[in-house]
């Protein structure tokens, strides 16, 4: 009788804690630190279980930032990232989805060469709250 209680209750803790457990980043494209040839105009960005991205941000960086730079930064100073660039976020021509989803797909003009950091805010279906960025570098195709 003890066995089968103590199956019982591991079965309770257990399985929920593997249910509710954190969503992570599996995917993103381009991947962070790689370089693509100039007139990309599509972000994806893959989750291990649904999320709700509620803000997401692609910056042109300045030329006088090095990639190196942008890999020190905070991971986990995206929200005060999004609200210092404002405006000067580049413009989607997509909608981030309402719903929860366990791939983002975003559009945009073609970008030009240069240096773009992308930055998120997502909350998980247990409603922990999440956040991240990346940087890719878009390069002359000639």
Do not use: C
């Not at 804690?17 to 494209?29: G, I, P, Q, R, Y």
């Not at 042109?60 to 005060?80: F, G, H, K």
């Not at 366990?102 to 930055?119: C, K, N, R, S």
């Amino acid at each position: 009788m003890t066995a089968r209680l103590t199956a019982l209750l591991a079965f309770v803790i257990i399985i929920p804690n593997l249910t509710f457990a954190h969503s992570k980043v599996n995917s993103s494209d381009p991947d962070s630190g790689s370089q693509v040839v100039e007139g990309l105009a599509k972000f994806e960005l893959g989750f291990t279980q649904p999320v709700r991205v509620t803000r997401f941000g692609l910056i042109r960086i300045d030329a006088s930032v090095a990639a190196e730079d942008l890999m020190e930064r905070d991971p986990d100073d995206a929200a005060a990232l999004l609200n210092s660039v404002g405006a000067s976020g580049l413009i989607t021509t997509s909608k981030i989805p309402k719903g929860f989803s366990a791939e983002l797909t975003l559009t945009f003009d073609p970008l030009e060469p240069g240096i773009y950091q992308y930055v998120w805010i997502a909350v998980a279906q247990d409603g922990h709250l999440m956040e991240g960025q990346g940087h890719f570098e878009v390069i002359s195709g000639g």
